[in-house]
Protein backbone atom coordinates (compact mmCIF):
# COMPACT_ATOMS: atom_id res chain seq x y z
CA UNK A 1 0.00 0.00 0.00
CA UNK A 2 1.57 3.71 -0.86
CA UNK A 3 2.25 5.88 2.33
CA UNK A 4 0.88 8.48 0.58
CA UNK A 5 -2.49 7.21 -0.17
CA UNK A 6 -2.53 6.04 3.41
CA UNK A 7 -1.84 9.67 4.83
CA UNK A 8 -4.20 10.89 2.59
CA UNK A 9 -6.84 8.76 4.59
CA UNK A 10 -9.44 10.49 7.35
CA UNK A 11 -9.54 8.40 10.68
CA UNK A 12 -11.95 6.64 9.95
CA UNK A 13 -10.73 4.92 6.74
CA UNK A 14 -7.89 4.55 8.89
CA UNK A 15 -9.70 2.16 11.09
CA UNK A 16 -11.93 0.72 8.29
CA UNK A 17 -8.55 -0.84 6.36
CA UNK A 18 -6.80 -1.70 9.43
CA UNK A 19 -9.84 -3.73 10.86
CA UNK A 20 -9.50 -5.32 7.48
CA UNK A 21 -5.48 -5.67 7.32
CA UNK A 22 -5.93 -7.52 10.56
CA UNK A 23 -8.77 -10.23 9.07
CA UNK A 24 -6.59 -10.41 6.17
CA UNK A 25 -3.49 -11.33 8.30
CA UNK A 26 -5.61 -13.54 10.41
CA UNK A 27 -6.71 -15.51 7.24
CA UNK A 28 -3.71 -15.91 6.27
CA UNK A 29 -2.25 -17.25 9.65
CA UNK A 30 -4.96 -19.95 9.43
CA UNK A 31 -3.72 -20.67 5.76
CA UNK A 32 -0.65 -21.32 6.77
CA UNK A 33 -1.07 -23.55 10.05
CA UNK A 34 -3.34 -25.71 7.48
CA UNK A 35 -0.44 -26.09 4.68
CA UNK A 36 -2.91 -23.79 2.00
CA UNK A 37 -0.58 -20.56 1.95
CA UNK A 38 1.01 -20.79 -1.41
CA UNK A 39 3.16 -17.04 -0.78
CA UNK A 40 4.83 -16.52 2.93
CA UNK A 41 6.04 -13.22 1.67
CA UNK A 42 2.15 -12.41 1.93
CA UNK A 43 2.43 -12.35 5.78
CA UNK A 44 5.16 -10.00 5.85
CA UNK A 45 3.59 -7.34 4.09
CA UNK A 46 0.40 -7.55 5.54
CA UNK A 47 2.28 -7.23 9.07
CA UNK A 48 4.37 -4.47 7.63
CA UNK A 49 1.06 -2.48 6.17
CA UNK A 50 -0.54 -2.68 9.37
CA UNK A 51 2.43 -0.87 11.31
CA UNK A 52 2.24 1.75 8.84
CA UNK A 53 -1.46 2.21 9.28
CA UNK A 54 -0.83 2.07 12.63
CA UNK A 55 2.19 4.88 12.35
CA UNK A 56 0.02 7.05 10.46
CA UNK A 57 -2.96 6.69 13.23
CA UNK A 58 -0.51 7.55 15.72
CA UNK A 59 1.06 10.53 13.83
CA UNK A 60 -2.83 12.03 13.42
CA UNK A 61 -3.19 11.62 16.59
CA UNK A 62 -0.49 13.17 18.10
CA UNK A 63 -0.98 16.65 15.07
CA UNK A 64 -4.49 16.74 17.08
CA UNK A 65 -3.50 17.04 20.45
CA UNK A 66 -0.58 19.67 19.36
CA UNK A 67 -2.95 21.54 17.53
Known amino acids: MD???IR???DVEL???LD???QELFNLRFQ???G???NPVKMREVKR???R??????????ESVQA
Not at 53 to 62: A, H, Q, Y
Open 49 to 51: NIA
Open 36 to 38: QLE
Open 8 to 10: EMT
Open 20 to 22: KMK
Open 32 to 34: HVT
Open 53 to 62: VKTIIREKEL
Open 15 to 17: NLE
Open 3 to 5: LNK
